[in-house]
């Protein structure tokens, strides 16, 4: 079964560091570009950050940048994002998606995903 499984969410107080996880089961991780996107209370959901297949590419939202960063262990099949200092403002739900681009490739866009996992609640608060 295709399967794309997130954890690691929680209440943390502002300024806190969180870890989320992206597991994957059911296809070729190393095949598939790997997207976060974030739905912030009475907001549209948002691409937050998102890895190329090869890895080699990473990118963030303006309002992550310098705060988070993406990784992959495709043996593990894992993706995952590390948030440090995070503010109010980075609470939602979490999702993460994998859109298929074929090994080793460059790309790095959050649209045309294919697998979409069913998200994990992040609540920065004091």
């Known amino acids: 079964q295709l399967q794309l499984v997130e954890s690691g969410g929680a209440m943390v107080q502002p300024g806190g560091s969180l870890r989320l996880s992206c597991a994957a089961s059911g296809f070729t991780l190393p095949a598939y570009l790997i997207g976060w996107f974030r739905r912030a209370p009475g907001k549209e959901r948002e691409g937050v950050s998102c890895i190329s297949s090869s890895g080699e590419i990473t990118d963030y939202a303006d309002s992550v940048k310098g705060r988070f960063t993406i990784s992959r262990d495709n043996a593990e099949g894992t993706v995952y994002l590390q948030m440090n200092n995070l503010t109010p403002e980075d609470t939602g739900v979490y999702y993460c998606?994998?859109?298929?681009?074929?090994?080793?490739?460059?790309?790095?866009?959050?649209?045309?995903?294919?697998?979409w996992g069913k998200g994990t609640l992040v609540t920065v608060s004091s």
């Open positions: 998606a994998a859109r298929w681009t074929g090994r080793g490739s460059l790309t790095c866009i959050y649209s045309g995903m294919n697998y």
